[in-house]
Structure formats: structure tokens, C-alpha cells
């Protein structure tokens, strides 16, 4: 090909660069036999404007142009061009040229988002999600600027895949100091959040010969769908009013577990101390892992929080955690701190998933976190949820009188057991949804058949205190409704 594909001549500069990928897609028409070149590089200029490759209001280079840069006659872009006009992909005017027409936007590929959303929702109750609108978007952007005006150059190569020593020196610090963990920043690895820490666990008990994880239930789904993801089976272990059961524990025969032992998710409990110590014990015994999902830890109401397992064990517990609660989850940043011997494997397999973390994000948690930002988030979302949750449990009493609210005065959810008369569950469910109030059942494999309350697991903290007492009252509303819809056609519109 001439150098005149790469170099376009001055006549297409109001235009794409004919030097660019979309031009590629024409070169094979032109290399197809005489006979069929003509409808070839109709089809491909055609495509190219379908794809997006030439979006609309692209100025085409001149007739004369293209077809010196191909290397063909001009009479067969002239003859392209016509027909592409004629079915509407271009126009063209007498001495302004030609151009990708405006009509095939419709034509374009529809770019979704696959994020989860809740359309029609009034008021959604599930948990999982703080206030994102209390980011702390300016000291998160001065901290960006300050980041960036020192960082070396260096810095924006390739990092070490467990993350940059400034961020591990500074979370160890953190993690040590409020949640009695102990941190060896040479241990510990920056992840993609709490997903990725338990994904790269998966894949190295995997490789040790494990192939089944204890779950608890009822618990996070996810823990089971990432472990799935690693090779891993699950099997789900009750818990009783301490913290998981041992007696199926050790029945079950696994060698792995995965605990949420500060406030339990979801029914809000925290391990007793004799829990933790026989939970230990018995990962001793069967020389075995406790993997701790530390993933609220931080927020208490009544007292000071209950400081992590791993800190009586590091031996024995791989612990996980993440800014998703206390920040943003769309930061993606978290961490992992699992026993020495299992380092090596976990920072091999970190790097071949993807190179490590961004750098300059985690140069900016790292200077919030040694300049104070992030323990004044951390109080500041505090009382907002404190406030949150009293809000919730005075509307629920004020509304549903006999409500229980079971668990400890912590997190970002409660669990609400709604006296039996305000169900059966899937009447509930599905007048819930008609209001427009999304909810979740508290749903448990184990759970004890015959118990006629209907226990919701409620979110709070992303929902302002105004919004909560509107939804419980859109649902106290919609349970007082005679005309509510019957089981059958709850069990199609149950939100979970």
C-alpha cells in the first residue's frame, strides 16, 4: 500500500483520519477479484457505518482521495458512495462532500448497563448498599491532587501485585489499630475488593486439593457463587444463637469455612467468644482455614466494636476486607491478610489475574488514610447510620406493632420478624412489590419450618431517614389493602 493511507491527503482532514482502523475494513474488498469489488466495498464502507466504526457525522474523504489511497478506480468509490446515499447510510451535497448520515444512529448498537437497578422501586429496603451520596468527593479529590503532584514516574509502571508498600504499610496500620488485626504489611494484598480476596483464596485451596468450602447459612450468596467460580463445591452450615454450630461443622468434614463472625450476614449476631474459641479450635484440629469476612466490622452503635478473629489466630484465619461499605464499592479496594505459608501462591496467582491494583488508586486511599480522611468517613458515616437505623426500628414499632428486631445494634441492615398476622410471607412479598417497596426475605435453608413471623432482612444505610419512614409506611399501607394480590401472584414479583 502507498504511504498515502497513513499520510491522508489535506481534503479529509475536516473528516476521520483515512489512516485510521475504520479504513482497514475496506482493504480486503478491494483485494477480491475485479468482478466483485464493486459490491465488496459497498459492503464493507456498509458495514463499517453499522458497526460504529464511522459514527454519524463523519466526513468521508473525497471519491478521488479514497480511491487513490486503495488503489482503485475512482468510478467504483463514486459508485459505493451513490448507493450507500441512496439507502440512507450517507449523504452528500453539491461541494460539501459526503458524510455518514444521521439516521443511522438507530441502526448502532444499543450500549447496556449491566449494573444492578431496580426500576419502579419507590423505596428499595435491600441491604448491601451504603449512602453513596456521603463519598467524601472533595477531600477524595484533594487527596487525587496532592497524589499526583508527587508521585514518581516510576509509580505508574507495572506496581508490585500486592499493592503498593505505601497502601499496605497504611492499611496495616488502620486494621491494627480498629480491628485488632495483626498486619504484616509483607502479607498483606491489595484486591478488587472482598470478591477478589475470596476468589484468589478459592483458587489456592483449590490447588492445595480442597474441593469443598463451608458456608454459613444463612449467609452471602456470593461467598458460594465466587467459590464456584474457583473449582470449589460449598456446603451450608447452621448457625445457632453463637455463631456457626460446630457439631455440624465437624459432621460436615470440610476444612475451610467462611465466617462473618464482628455482625453476621445476614442475621445481625456476633460470634460469642466461646464461639470463636471453639471455632479456632477446631480449625487447629483439622488443620484447617477460616476465612473471616470482616466486611462491616467498623460500624458498632452501642459499643466499641468487637475486634477481628484473626487477631486471636493469624495462623489459622485468612482475613478479608474492602472500602465498599465505609466508601464506595465502585472504588473496588480491598484487602487480604492470610496465613504465611499461603502468601506465595496468593500474590502468584493475584499477578497472573490482573498485574495488580491501579496505582494512583491506591496511592489516593493511602494518603487519606495516613492524613485522618478516612477515620473522619468513618465517623461520619457512623452517626448517619446510627440515626438511619433508629429511624427504622421506631417506624417498624410505631407501624407493625410486635415487630422484633433481632441482632446487634452494628452494620447496615437489621432483621425485622413482622408479628405472623401481617403475613403469610408471599402475600407480603407481593403487596410489597405492587407499592413499589423492595424487599428481601430472610431466607435460610435451615431455617425452622413452622415459625410464623416473617423475617425481612432491611437495609437502611443507603435510604435517608425521610425515605425510610415513607417506605414503612407505603408498606403498612399495602398490607392494610383487602384487595392485595394472592400468594401465586406474589411468588412472580418477590424482590431478593
Not at 459499643?303 to 489459622?316: H, I, S, T, Y
Request: aromatic letters at 6%; charged letters at 25%; glycine letters at 10%.
Amino acid at each position: 500500500m502507498t504511504s498515502s493511507r497513513t499520510n491522508p491527503p489535506s481534503d479529509r482532514a475536516a473528516g476521520t483520519d483515512v489512516g485510521s482502523p475504520a479504513w482497514e475494513l475496506l482493504l480486503p474488498a478491494v483485494e477480491e477479484p475485479a468482478r466483485r469489488r464493486g459490491r465488496a466495498l459497498q459492503s464493507a464502507l456498509r458495514e463499517a457505518v453499522r458497526s460504529g466504526r464511522l459514527v454519524p457525522g463523519t466526513r468521508l474523504p473525497s471519491s478521488r482521495a479514497l480511491a487513490a489511497d486503495l488503489r482503485v478506480s475512482r468510478g467504483l468509490v463514486t459508485e459505493a458512495y451513490e448507493q450507500l446515499t441512496a439507502e440512507g447510510y450517507l449523504r452528500s451535497g453539491r461541494g460539501a462532500g459526503t458524510w455518514v448520515g444521521e439516521a443511522v444512529r438507530a441502526a448502532a448498537p444499543e450500549v447496556r448497563d449491566l449494573a444492578e437497578r431496580a426500576p419502579g422501586v419507590r423505596v428499595d429496603f435491600r441491604p448491601g448498599t451504603p449512602d453513596l451520596s456521603l463519598f467524601p468527593r472533595a477531600a477524595w479529590a484533594a487527596a487525587h491532587r496532592s497524589v499526583l503532584g508527587r508521585l514518581p514516574h516510576d509509580a505508574l509502571g507495572y506496581p508490585d501485585p500486592r499493592g503498593l508498600p505505601v497502601l499496605r504499610e497504611a492499611l496495616a496500620a488502620l486494621l491494627a489499630r480498629r480491628r485488632g488485626v495483626v498486619a504484616d504489611p509483607e502479607r498483606l494484598v491489595v484486591c478488587s475488593g472482598v470478591a477478589q480476596a475470596t476468589t484468589l483464596l478459592g483458587f489456592v485451596l483449590h490447588g492445595r486439593g480442597l474441593r469443598t468450602v463451608g458456608v454459613e447459612d444463612p449467609g452471602s450468596h456470593e461467598h458460594s457463587a465466587l467459590f464456584t467460580s474457583a473449582g470449589l463445591a460449598t456446603t451450608d452450615l447452621p448457625l445457632d444463637d453463637e455463631g456457626l454450630a460446630i457439631e455440624p461443622l465437624v459432621r460436615s468434614g470440610v476444612r475451610a469455612v467462611v465466617t462473618t463472625p464482628a455482625h453476621q450476614f445476614p442475621t445481625g449476631i456476633a460470634y460469642s467468644a466461646a464461639r470463636r474459641s471453639r471455632l479456632l479450635d477446631w480449625a487447629r484440629t483439622v488443620d484447617g482455614l477460616i476465612v473471616e469476612d470482616d466486611y462491616d466490622g467498623d460500624f458498632r452503635y452501642d459499643r466499641a466494636p468487637v475486634g477481628a478473629l484473626q487477631g486471636l489466630d493469624p495462623r489459622r484465619v485468612a482475613y478479608t476486607g474492602s472500602v465498599s461499605k465505609s466508601l464506595a464499592p465502585g472504588l473496588r479496594l480491598g484487602w487480604l491478610l492470610a496465613p504465611a505459608d499461603m502468601t506465595d501462591e496468593i500474590v502468584a496467582r493475584k499477578r497472573t489475574m490482573d498485574l495488580g491494583n491501579p496505582s494512583v488508586d491506591q496511592a489516593v486511599l493511602a494518603d487519606f488514610i495516613t492524613r485522618g480522611g478516612y477515620d473522619r468517613q468513618l465517623r461520619r458515616c457512623q452517626r448517619a447510620y446510627r440515626e438511619r437505623r433508629d429511624t427504622l426500628t421506631s417506624m417498624l414499632a410505631e407501624c407493625f406493632p410486635g415487630t422484633a428486631v433481632s441482632g446487634i445494634a452494628a452494620g447496615l441492615h437489621i432483621i425485622a420478624g413482622l408479628p405472623g398476622r401481617y403475613g403469610p410471607e408471599p402475600v407480603l412479598l407481593a403487596r410489597a412489590a405492587r407499592a413499589g417497596v423492595a424487599l428481601r426475605p430472610l431466607a435460610a435453608k435451615t431455617a425452622a419450618s413452622g415459625d410464623r413471623a416473617v423475617n425481612l432482612v432491611l437495609g437502611y444505610a443507603h435510604l435517608a431517614p425521610s425515605e425510610i419512614e415513607r417506605g414503612v409506611r407505603l408498606l403498612a399501607e399495602a398490607l392494610r389493602d383487602p384487595a392485595g394480590p394472592d400468594p401465586g401472584e406474589g411468588r412472580g414479583r418477590v424482590f431478593t
